[in-house]
């Protein structure tokens, strides 16, 4: 009894010192990580970071730099794989240490680094509207100081230079770029090729001879669910009512009761009418799971709308193991109004710049570069958002590099260039219209409402 | 002064200003006050006066030599330091023609002093230390400086952090030897609680404080706008979803996790394999929420029907004959289908708590209701529950926080999506909408709806340990 009395309170005693210590290494976790920043930040006494912030303009990309740069992105997995892969040959080339890490809260994490100054050097940012709010506080280094800005206009498509640029400070580059709006199919199910007008699209999609039904549509993707639908409407609204009604309606000028958006969300809803599985499959699929049926046998279903990236990060993963052109092939969707003839919408993964340190100016300078993005390209599944890059490594995605270089009106997501109230709004109004798409009125009604109050600040 | 400090850290250059070392600065300093202004005494001798004037110059001079690193941060620290410093040459000046007539050489070092010193010399010399440290160190790590730096300021915390608090209760405690006793019996309570008073008011007073003051500020924090952040939180469908959802939890919740963990142990009470049965309900309480979320999405998985159900409960529903439900979609059930994830993590906590209250009933008392011939039921129902009528409504209480707070299990498993959407869950919407004026007033709300809730389960938890 006495033993094990003076046992417990040995155990008592070295867990209250355990506690303390824990206690200690996360204090100074705390405190010590913003007083390093602060140190790094303003001191040249560090021994190897002797470089004065700021005082060089340009960094030759062979340059020995050493040091670290830290990048968040919302990548993980094989994306993550991919742009390590993407910066090797700078780290090699420069000693530099890039130091990724990768979050799907990535616009939480960015946001209160806004707010508490915490922040990494360079990060993937959520979007154009996420990226103008924090570039108007003056979070975002102005990368025409950083670039050689005439090299990357010349190189890149005028869209994405427009879309990286706020207040005349280029605030946002392109790493790799996606477009939207293709209807992908089986050439062994659906042989009818190419359809060059969406009424042929929906009268196949009607008939699904061969398939179970028209549409294959999946909106899970966890908090960001009912992404997808908002593709869906988006296309729509540029195809149907042309990149003025688009511009005003991301702008949150144009009311969501208006026929122009009834029109698409009635569009979309008639695919979900006519889709494999039908409301109830498309709320509980994941996205990039949505296709499956298209390769099973008997299949469930004739078309798939999605973006380019189901080629590289999705259909390769399918337990039929799909291949590009045999198994599955794309056309882009066809132009509904002709007075908007070639319209496409697309989106892409912007990088910003937090902290102007040499490691970081090098780390973008790497990046935008032609040589950089074919690593990436050469994975698959991304298009370059350099217009440098023009060897892909299989036919969807050299079908879909051509589409981006030839599109006549080209837009970008407009869910992601609205407010994120607004795109949350959006999100789940996707998902309650699939859900109950008797309810159309009320959700729209709910749009109008929040673009009212969302746009305000 | 506080806010001026949390003012700087607005990032407009991308780069951070001194925050940390200012909230350090600003708790030392808060340490030495009182002390400095309760203590005159001290003030009567010379050496005080010489090593004052000492330190003002050597300040003077790190200003001088520091002024990049300095003016940024560290600007309302310097100008609380300088004055207090200031004040107490003044004292000196005053003390010094009294020593030199008294002689009186016996006092020792003053403490205050040397606390004040130290704090002072910490400002100063941490940001120094850690880059010295910090380059010495990664020059070990090869040329790693970020690393080096992180080592540096573990060491430097590690030694740092324990010789300051030693270092304050020491000096504490020879400060108050030369109080009379009653005064020593009056200053030494406060003087021991003074940094956990301010490790409060830094972590808890304050940011309460800040956000009900920013509940009442727009989106930008700039304009005073009353109360209209708290009209759209009581006229918001998304809110009003939400307040609906969390008086579901409260009272749902409540009772799964109240009468299921009363039950098991009632029933588990004094049987052979009780604690082998109380283990198995206790063991999903070591599951963080988000994993049991996931956990959950499997055994509510629902495929579109000709595919197989991989989901458990699918799986059973259609191994009986019936038709698979999609849980976490359907409407109306999927508010009852994330609470049972949430009672089922839970459960065990209600039970480990009633357990314990149940075998502090005296025995004695049960048995004689059975010899004088009550049923089973009637001793549970007239003297097992009015005797555990205590731990019950500490239980209760407790279940009805967390319903309030419930976020992780929404969050992880609809993300609100579906009419599942609660009041956390609203206030980090807000939050990534960039609306913290609004999140604040949720946080308020929240905060307002817990309150009394805290303050009968701490009453009530008390009166419970004053009966042991």
């Known amino acids: ?457 | 002064m506080t806010e001026d400090t949390i003012e700087t850290m607005s990032p407009d250059t991308g780069e951070q200003p001194g925050q940390p070392e200012g909230s350090v600065g600003t708790a030392y300093l808060a340490m030495i006050g009182f002390p400095v202004g309760a203590h005159r005494w001290y003030l009567r001798h010379a050496t005080a006066g010489i090593i004052y004037v000492v330190t003002f110059a050597l300040l003077a001079l790190a200003r001088f030599v520091f002024r990049e690193r300095v003016e940024t941060g560290f600007a309302p620290i310097w100008t609380v330091a300088v004055i207090l410093v200031a004040v107490q040459l003044l004292l000196d000046a005053q003390a010094i023609p009294r020593w030199v007539r008294q002689r009186d050489r016996s006092v020792p070092l003053p403490a205050p002093l040397l606390l004040l010193l130290g704090a002072l010399a910490t400002i100063i010399l941490l940001p120094l230390l850690l880059d010295g440290l910090g380059a010495v160190l990664s020059t070990l790590f090869g040329g790693n400086t970020r690393v080096g730096r992180q080592v540096g300021t573990v060491i430097i915390t590690l030694v740092g952090v324990p010789a300051v608090l030693v270092g304050y209760i020491v000096l504490m405690e020879h400060t108050t030897w030369h109080f009379t006793e009653v005064w020593q019996r009056r200053v030494r309570p406060w003087l021991w609680l003074a940094p956990a008073l301010l490790f409060l008011y830094t972590f808890l007073v304050y940011p309460t404080y800040g956000t009900i003051r920013r509940s009442l500020y727009d989106q930008a924090g700039t304009s005073f706008i009353g109360l209209d952040n708290y009209e759209w939180f009581f006229n918001s469908p998304e809110t009003l979803t939400a307040l609906r959802n969390n008086v579901l939890w409260l009272v749902v919740f409540t009772a799964l996790t109240v009468i299921g963990g009363l039950i098991v142990a009632t029933l588990f009470d004094r049987v052979r394999y009780e604690s082998f049965a109380k283990t198995i309900v206790f063991v999903p309480m070591a599951i963080s929420f988000v994993a049991a979320s996931v956990v959950w999405r499997f055994m509510y998985v629902w495929n579109f029907p000709p595919s197989p159900q991989t989901g458990t409960i699918n799986a059973i529903i259609v191994a009986l004959g019936g038709e698979p439900i999609d849980f976490v979609r359907a409407p109306g059930l999927n508010n009852f289908a994330l609470i049972v994830v949430a009672a089922w993590v839970w459960v065990g906590f209600c039970m480990v708590i009633l357990s314990a209250g149940i075998k502090s009933i005296d025995r004695e008392l049960m048995e004689a209701a059975r010899v004088d011939g009550a049923t089973e039921w009637q001793v549970f129902r007239r003297i097992m529950l009015p005797l555990l009528a205590p731990t019950l409504a500490v239980v209760t209480t407790t279940m009805l926080i967390f319903a309030l707070k419930t976020f992780d299990i929404v969050y992880a498993m609809t993300s609100g999506n579906f009419d599942t959407n609660v009041i956390a869950l609203e206030m980090w919407n807000q939050f990534s909408f960039n609306q913290y004026g609004r999140a604040s007033a949720v946080a308020v709300v929240l905060l307002a709806a817990i309150i009394p809730v805290m303050a009968y389960n701490i009453r009530q938890f008390r009166r419970q340990e004053e009966i042991r």
């Open chain 1, 1 to 457: 009894m006495d033993l094990s009395k003076h046992g417990l309170r040995r155990f008592w005693r070295l867990l209250a010192l355990i506690s303390v210590l824990a206690l200690l290494v996360a204090a100074c976790g705390g405190n010590g990580g913003g007083t390093t920043t602060t140190a790094g930040g303003t001191t040249t006494s560090g021994a190897t970071d002797t470089t004065e912030p700021g005082s060089s303009t340009t960094t030759g990309e062979g340059e020995e730099i050493g040091g670290v740069v830290t990048v968040i992105g919302t990548w993980g997995g094989a994306e993550e794989e991919a742009f390590l892969a993407m910066v090797a040959p700078f780290e090699e080339r420069t000693g530099v240490d890039v130091q990724y890490t990768g979050t799907r809260d990535i616009n939480t994490v960015l946001s209160a680094g806004v707010q508490s100054g915490i922040l990494p050097d360079v990060a993937g940012l959520p979007g154009p509207g996420q990226m103008a709010e924090w570039a108007r506080q003056g979070a975002l280094i102005d990368l025409k100081t950083v670039l050689d800005y005439e090299t990357y206009v010349a190189e890149t498509s005028p869209a994405f230079v427009e879309l990286g640029t706020v207040d005349d400070q280029l605030v946002g580059v392109f790493i790799k770029s996606a477009i939207k709006g293709l209807i992908w199919y089986n050439p062994n199910v659906w042989t009818g090729g190419d359809l060059d007008s969406w009424d042929e699209v929906v009268a196949a999609a009607e008939a699904h001879e061969g398939a179970d039904a028209g549409w294959c549509i999946g909106l899970e993707s966890g908090a960001a669910s009912g992404w997808p639908g908002t593709d869906w409407i988006e296309d729509f609204v540029i195809r149907q009512s042309g990149p003025e009604v688009y511009d005003a309606w991301y702008q949150g000028q144009h009311p969501w009761t208006s026929p122009e958006i009834r029109q698409a969300f009635e569009a979309y809803g008639e695919a979900v009418a006519n889709s494999f599985g039908g409301s109830q499959y498309a709320l509980a699929t994941a996205f990039g799971d949505a296709a499956q049926p298209m390769f099973t046998d008997p299949p469930g279903c004739l078309f798939h709308h999605q973006a380019s990236f189901m080629a590289g990060e999705f259909f390769p993963n399918y337990p039929s193991s799909p291949q590009p052109g045999e198994d599955f092939d794309f056309f882009i969707m066809p132009t509904i109004n002709p007075d908007f003839q070639g319209a496409l919408t697309g989106a892409g993964d912007l990088f910003g710049m937090f902290h102007d340190t040499p490691q970081a100016r090098a780390l973008m300078q790497w990046l935008v570069t032609a040589e950089a993005q074919q690593i990436w390209v050469d994975r698959g599944g991304a298009i370059s958002g350099n217009t440098m890059v023009t060897e892909y490594p299989d036919p969807v995605s050299q079908k879909s590099a051509e589409a981006l270089a030839t599109s006549e009106v080209f837009r970008f997501d407009a869910s992601d260039l609205m407010p994120e109230a607004m795109n949350s709004a959006f999100w789940q109004a996707v998902l309650d219209y699939t859900q109950n798409p008797g309810q159309l009125d009320a959700i729209l009604q709910r749009l109008d409402e929040v673009q009212a109050d969302a746009y305000g600040g």
